[in-house]
């Protein structure tokens, strides 16, 4: 394992004091833990009391209420931004035998114990947005594939034992030349991972890049019954993903604003807290209005994943709208911290800095635009 990079149960988490046991417990959410973490951020959490925790939801009727709660709670108390390592369903989409032989052994499933991490492996050097440009190459070789390429940013990409692999099955197919592989990456001859990418933000949870020269993986991980199948897959699932995103981006808003509220009431300036000032007044209320419109909309996206009809128009639009409001508001929050904003003791410039790739994983906002637009 890689200098500073750990994985920990949720045993340990909540043994070491790390994560209360009533968060991962309330309302029957169950956290998975997933951690990778620098050495020095795992100090700096112990003194300031802020990381990020990765989790899955072992829930298999993928009601977001649920996943909401704990999500919502982990980026409240701003420990970072929380979200799914694998959003992409494999419990749905897998064979049976699959879900068997990958996920599940008895009654006991793999990742929701925390001994499987999971990942998906889309981005590649030359592929962000745009999924149908993907060179990552898996030929069929009798009963195996044969894999070639690349991939990066890479959320888990250290510690997963299984990767959801996008591939090209069939090159110039476009969308339908497009196929998953769950890669099992433990004694995998041919696969390599690169660097641990250096982040703006996310310090605690491990990015990286994922090299395949001549892998060869049993045929039977093809995901789903046929080759071409991927990018239809991929796009069941993005509007949970983006749900999720938004659910993130409204409790790290709401978490900013407490924390801001706390500090302007303490902070003093000539001879008055700096919370008395109509600037601050006006701030605050500005703030906290985006904040709560932001909360209306995505628990209406909530109620709509529960009852399956979020579609990807609104989905797109709550991921836009409320990680481009959560930009916003943390701005604004820094700002009326002052210098000590700019201070990563404080936990306003943490969040700050976590948020801003929201704007860009799950699908850029300029995509959220696009694709709003393709149904209006």
């Not at 998975?32 to 112990?46: C, D, E, M, T």
């Not at 196929?179 to 933000?201: C, H, P």
């Not at 808003?253 to 500090?263: C, D, Q, V």
């Amino acid at each position: 394992m890689a200098d500073g990079v750990f994985q920990a149960s949720e045993a340990t988490i909540v043994e070491k004091g790390w994560l209360q046991s009533g968060v991962t417990q309330r309302r029957g959410a169950k956290l998975i833990p997933i951690l990778g973490q620098p050495s020095h951020l795992f100090q700096a959490k112990v003194f300031v009391g802020s990381w990020t925790i990765e989790g899955n939801i072992a829930n298999r009727r993928r009601d977001l209420r649920h996943a909401d709660h704990v999500l919502f709670k982990i980026a409240e108390h701003l420990i970072g931004l929380a979200r799914h390592s694998m959003t992409l369903d494999t419990t749905r989409l897998a064979e049976e035998e699959q879900r068997a032989s990958l996920l599940v052994q008895g009654e006991r499933i793999f990742m929701a114990a925390g001994e499987l991490i999971g990942a998906i492996g889309m981005t590649e050097p030359s592929a962000g947005s745009d999924l149908q440009g993907l060179k990552t190459r898996a030929v069929r070789d009798g009963d195996q594939y044969v894999i070639n390429g690349s991939k990066i940013f890479i959320t888990n990409g250290y510690l997963a034992g299984l990767i959801a692999l996008v591939v090209k099955t069939q090159p110039g197919a476009g969308a339908k030349g497009t196929s998953i592989l769950m890669v099992e990456t433990a004694n995998l001859q041919g696969f390599r991972v690169g660097r641990i990418l250096d982040k703006m933000g996310l310090k605690s949870q491990d990015t990286a890049e994922l090299f395949f020269d001549n892998v060869r993986v049993p045929a039977a991980n093809l995901l789903g019954d046929a080759e071409g199948q991927g990018f239809y897959q991929l796009m069941g699932d993005l509007p949970y993903e983006r749900a999720v995103i938004a659910v993130a981006a409204v409790a790290a808003m709401e978490g900013a604003l407490a924390e801001t509220i706390k500090y302007v009431k303490d902070r003093k300036a000539f001879g008055k807290s700096i919370a008395e000032f109509q600037n601050t007044k006006f701030k605050l209320a500005e703030i906290a209005t985006k904040t709560r419109i932001a909360r209306v909309f995505v628990d209406d996206c909530i109620a709509k994943v529960v009852g399956g009809t979020l579609d990807t128009a609104t989905a797109s639009m709550a991921k836009y709208w409320t990680t481009d409001t959560q930009q916003e508001v943390l701005d604004e929050c820094v700002q009326l911290h002052g210098g000590y904003g700019y201070m990563n003791e404080y936990l306003v410039c943490r969040m700050f800095a976590d948020s801003r790739v929201q704007r860009i994983y799950g699908g850029t906002n300029e995509i959220m635009k696009e694709l709003i637009s393709r149904a209006l």
